[in-house]
């Protein structure tokens, strides 16, 4: 009596460790290269974010420059008034000003103008403002941080006489006239540790 051979048989030892290996190999290229897309999105990701964060801080100081009002405020000790527009190395505040257009949707008993004031500590770029224009050595500011690895920020400004110059007042502070007075226009430089230089130029109305 003659037996059928069987039509299938198993995989030997050999197929199985070659299959494995292949698989290996496979399962290898495929996990780098989703490893490499995912570090790439999160790059990509970490990219916008600090586009937003940089075009955040460059348009909000921008539009407080824009919005500048020839106000002096009173100096927190003393009678002294400090100019609507101050720029000097020699204070807390690299820069401050008075500036129109403080948004008030709640209808709080303030005005509309807002001194503001902008600092630089530890690489990091801050913007303060304070509740009321005349404050006093007890009035605190409201603090914001605005952009980080920042390694310094400049001002210059544009006289009436067509003259750049470095600090403002352009003259000694000593009359009325000096304290309300406004630059045609001030130009901006943001020096960042990863992008640069940042120049912009704001022209001021009136």
Known sequence: MRVANSSTRGFTLLELLVAIAIFAVVSTLALTGYTQLQQQSEYAEQRLNRLREVQRAVQTICQDLEQLEPRPVRQPLG??????????DALEYRLQLTRAGWSNTAGLPR??????????????????????????????????RMLDGVRSITFRFLTANRDWVDRWPAQ???????????????????????????????????
């Not at 009678?79 to 000097?88: I, N, S």
């Not at 009359?175 to 022209?203: K, T, Y």
């Open 111 to 144: 005005p509309t103008l807002q001194r503001v004031g902008y600092r630089l500590a530890e690489n990091q770029l801050w913007r303060d403002h304070w509740p009321v224009l005349d404050r006093t050595l007890v009035v605190e500011p409201v603090k914001q």
């Open 172 to 206: 000694p502070v000593g009359g009325g006239r000096i304290e309300r007075s406004r630059p045609a226009a001030i130009e901006v430089v943001f020096e960042l540790e990863d992008w640069g230089e940042i120049r912009r130029l704001v022209e001021i109305a009136g």
């Open 79 to 88: 009678d002294g008034q400090m100019p609507a527009l101050q720029v000097t």
